[in-house]
């Protein structure tokens, strides 16, 4: 089986400009952190959210994702989500040909709807992110097999900078981290002359 990643275009219903899977990122959106998950079954590494467009949705774009925010602090120096991830290979097609045969008066068919959950054969991902300063940032993963069977799961935590320079900005700097001001301690601080 090929593993595939879901890069917009690629994946029926995969929107444009999609969001990655529960991530943070710096300040000034450069240095990313976010969770991709692998159950060996599906053949595609979930590093996004699947839904559909706003032109296959009968009532608009759509996340078709079991996801929850569960806690935050104002400052978003602590946030916490859970993700239901599917066991087996997600019905990709499903949510797709079924919205699309629906008129705006009809419900939207969700992934509940598609039977996938009947068995509970997923897995409840639990994502926390914790800042230690605003420069430092920490991220807990913990899985739960909801399933009554064991089955495979990888948890790919995935740091990245962000792509800029295809924009024809330029790209971050390598000093640009190291430029940041530290406070100066009586050890530390330099001798003005």
């Not at 991709?36 to 595609?44: E, F, S």
């Not at 935050?72 to 602590?78: A, D, E, G, N």
């Not at 946030?79 to 919205?99: H, I, R």
């Not at 995935?158 to 301690?185: E, I, K, V």
Request: proline letters at 8%; glycine letters at 8%; a neutral charge.
């Amino acid at each position: 089986m090929e593993l595939l990643h879901a890069r917009p275009g690629k994946v029926p219903g995969l929107p444009l400009g999609r969001g990655r899977d529960p991530g943070i990122c710096d300040d000034r959106q450069r240095l990313c952190l976010a969770l991709a998950l692998r159950n060996g079954a599906d053949p595609i590494l979930k590093e996004r959210m699947f839904g559909l467009a706003n032109s296959q949705g009968n009532h608009g774009e759509d996340d078709k994702e079991h996801w929850f925010y569960l806690d935050s602090t104002p400052t978003h120096s602590y946030l916490k989500c859970q993700y239901k991830y599917l066991q087996g290979a997600y019905p990709y097609e499903d949510p797709v040909s079924t919205n699309a045969r629906r008129g705006k008066q009809d419900m939207e068919y969700e992934l509940l709807d598609t039977g996938i959950f009947d068995e509970d054969r997923y897995f409840d991902v639990i994502v926390e992110y914790a800042k230690a300063a605003a420069d430092d940032i920490l991220m807990q993963v913990t899985a739960y097999n909801r399933g009554p069977d064991p089955a495979t799961l990888h948890l790919l935590p995935t740091l990245w900078f962000r792509n800029t320079w295809s924009w024809g900005r330029p790209g971050p700097q390598a000093n640009d981290y190291s430029r940041r001001r530290r406070p100066a301690t009586s050890r530390g601080a330099r001798n003005p002359r």
